[in-house]
């Protein structure tokens, strides 16, 4: 049972280049979070999506889109990275967007903007 | 938007020791929840905790929502303790949250 997966783990990128992040979970999880960890801030949200085919806005959502692929699969793209967009990012995955609904993250990806 | 500050920013301990870990959040919450991310960056869910007073084992957290605040207690502490713990608070009942800075516990042995 892998839980949640990302890829890559790490990418290097040019200003201006786009790229794609990979996450996917095998615990048929209805709710799907994409975040950023940046030192000293903890983690922001970017955008979630509380159940398949819905997607909505969170803390931090500029200069990044999402794609809920279907109920497994929650992608986070960047159209034209900035070196504002270093950071770590997390995948989590949940049962239910409810509070009492424990996150479960992936192992992250790291991400620097040169 | 809710401020959330964790105290202390960095805790070094004796392994069996001790230490309590505090969340400050300035609005009442519907949801908090603490996190461990360990060293090699893998984050862990370690309580659902509004109000009130959980166990699991070594660990135990308080909230005392009317005062806006929350405990982490972590006794006889582990070297596999070490990480940064995170305060996480939402407002509404849903996973919307807001995290604190954290604060990095090393455990040395």
């Known amino acids: 049972n892998a839980g949640v997966t990302q890829t890559p783990k790490f990418q290097v990128l040019k200003t201006g280049q786009s790229m794609t992040l990979q996450c996917a979970q095998d615990?048929?999880?209805?709710?799907m979070y994409w975040y950023r960890q940046d030192p000293g801030m903890g983690l922001r949200l970017i955008y979630y999506?509380?159940?398949?085919?819905?997607?909505d806005k969170g803390e931090v959502p500029n200069g990044y889109n999402v794609s809920r692929l279907n109920k497994r699969e929650f992608s986070l793209r960047l159209e034209s990275a900035a070196p504002s967009q270093t950071s770590v990012y997390f995948c989590?995955?949940?049962?239910?967007?409810?509070?009492?609904?424990?996150?479960?993250f992936g192992n992250g990806t790291r991400l620097t903007v040169t | 938007g809710i401020q959330v500050e964790q105290s202390p920013p960095d805790l070094i301990l004796q392994e069996g020791a001790n230490s309590t870990l505090r969340c400050n959040f300035s609005?009442?919450?519907?949801?908090l929840q603490w996190f461990h991310q360990n060293p090699w960056g893998q984050l862990i869910n370690l309580f659902y905790?509004?109000?009130g007073t959980k166990q699991n084992g070594r660990l135990s957290a308080t909230t005392v929502a009317t005062e806006r605040y929350s405990l982490l207690y972590i006794s006889s502490s582990q070297t596999t303790d070490s990480g940064v713990y995170f305060c996480?608070?939402?407002?509404?009942?849903?996973?919307?949250?807001?995290f604190g800075a954290g604060t990095r516990l090393t455990v040395k042995p």
């Open positions: 989590a995955s949940s049962p239910v967007w409810t509070a009492n609904s424990p996150l479960h």
């Open positions: 615990m048929n999880h209805n709710s």
């Open positions: 999506s509380a159940s398949e085919g819905t997607t």
């Open positions: 609005d009442s919450v519907n949801n």
């Open positions: 905790i509004p109000s």
């Open positions: 996480a608070v939402g407002l509404y009942n849903n996973n919307d949250m807001r």
